[in-house]
Structure formats: C-alpha cells, structure tokens
C-alpha cells in the first residue's frame, strides 16, 4: 500500500507559476512510475506527465510540455510539478499516482494508488 499527498495547489494569475508537491508513505517509493493527472470540473481525468522510478526518465502530455516540469527525490520519497506560464485552461484538480508499470503509461486505470487531490485555480 502507498498513501499520496498533494499539496501545493492555490489560486495563481495566467502567467504565474505554482509548485506541486507529492508526499508518499508506505512502500518503497522508488519501486513505483509517478504521474500526475489533472481533472477539471465537468471532464474527464487526464495524464500531465510522469517520471521513471529514478528519475531519469520522464513523459509529458502536449498540453503541457515545455511549461510543466516534473520531478522526484527518492531519498524525501516526494514528487513535484513545476507549473510555468499557467493559463486558464489549466485548472483542475491535480493528482499524483504511483504505478509499477515497466514502461511509461497515461491510462488512469493503470495506476494502483492516487492521492486525494489539490485544486489548481488560474485566474485571466
């Protein structure tokens, strides 16, 4: 069993930048993809972006790329996502979420443990 936490979330202006934060406990963190999704009220959960067990790897849906980061640091067994030049189509509830798959995935379904959510809010 892995438990997630997200915190970081907040109301921010278009243009503007937020950190997310993603605290895990439980099982050996490092055993597991991270990936944050994001859902906005009235639509589908979607993948952002994810990162290999050692952080060397990562993956970013186009809508994001370029303007997100995302990162990890086994030893505080956290992940974050660095949000740039956030626009308004941005907000959304963001989760993160641990997988033991061996190659990159964006199918919710395949991850096995998510966090209970930050809300994201970008104002124009």
């Known amino acids: 069993q892995v438990q997630l936490v997200e915190s970081g979330g907040g109301l921010v202006q278009a243009g503007g930048s937020l950190r997310l934060s993603c605290a895990a406990s439980?099982?050996?963190?490092?055993?597991?993809?991270m990936g944050w999704f994001r859902q906005a009220q009235g639509k589908e959960r979607e993948f952002v972006a994810a990162?290999?067990?050692?952080?060397?790897?990562?993956y970013y849906a186009d809508s994001t790329k370029g303007r997100f980061t995302i990162s990890r640091d086994n030893a505080k067994n956290t992940v974050y996502l660095q949000m740039n030049s956030l626009k308004p189509e941005d907000t959304a509830v963001y989760y993160c979420?641990?997988?033991?798959?061996?190659?990159?995935?964006?199918?919710?379904?395949?991850?096995?443990?998510w966090g209970q959510g930050t809300q994201v809010t970008v104002s124009s």
């Open positions: 979420a641990a997988n033991r798959w061996p190659v990159f995935t964006t199918t919710p379904g395949n991850y096995d443990y």
């Open positions: 990162i290999s067990w050692s952080g060397s790897s990562t």
């Open positions: 439980g099982r050996t963190f490092s055993n597991y993809r």
